[in-house]
């Protein structure tokens, strides 16, 4: 079992930025692929950013490619996500997850874990 827990989250202005972290515990903890989603009110939880076990590849939704960086320590079990020129449509709860293929895939359905989520609010 892999336990998430994310933080960063907030309320910032258009423009600003937020660092988003995922900290693992649990059997074989952090060594897996990790993806950040997000899910607005109302609507489907979409793939944001996922990054390989080793850090070595990543990948980024169209909508947030340029402004979005994910990376990891796995010395400190982290995965952070900096969020760049923050748009109002950015707002939505954010949730990292995990899997243990490094396969890509975007579909949150083939990610076990979950954490439990953080508020990410974007204001005009």
């Known amino acids: 079992q892999v336990q998430l827990?994310?933080?960063?989250?907030g309320l910032v202005q258009a423009g600003g930025s937020l660092r988003l972290s995922?900290?693992?515990s649990g059997r074989s903890s952090i060594s897996y692929a990790v993806a950040w989603f997000?899910?607005?009110p109302e609507k489907e939880t979409d793939f944001v950013a996922r990054i390989t076990s080793r850090g070595s590849t990543t990948a980024y939704a169209d909508s947030v490619?340029?402004?979005?960086?994910?990376?990891?320590?796995?010395?400190?079990?982290t995965v952070t996500l900096q969020m760049n020129s923050l748009?109002?449509?950015d707002t939505a709860t954010y949730y990292c997850a995990t899997r243990?293929?490094?396969i890509f895939t975007n579909?949150?359905?083939?990610?076990?874990y979950w954490g439990q989520g953080t508020q990410v609010t974007v204001s005009s």
Not at 65 to 77: E, L, P, Y
Not at 107 to 112: K, R
């Open 5 to 9: 827990v994310e933080s960063g989250g």
């Open 22 to 24: 995922c900290a693992a």
């Open 38 to 40: 997000r899910q607005a």
């Open 65 to 77: 490619k340029g402004r979005f960086t994910i990376f990891r320590d796995n010395a400190k079990n």
């Open 87 to 89: 748009k109002p449509e």
């Open 100 to 102: 243990s293929s490094d």
């Open 107 to 112: 579909n949150p359905s083939d990610y076990p």
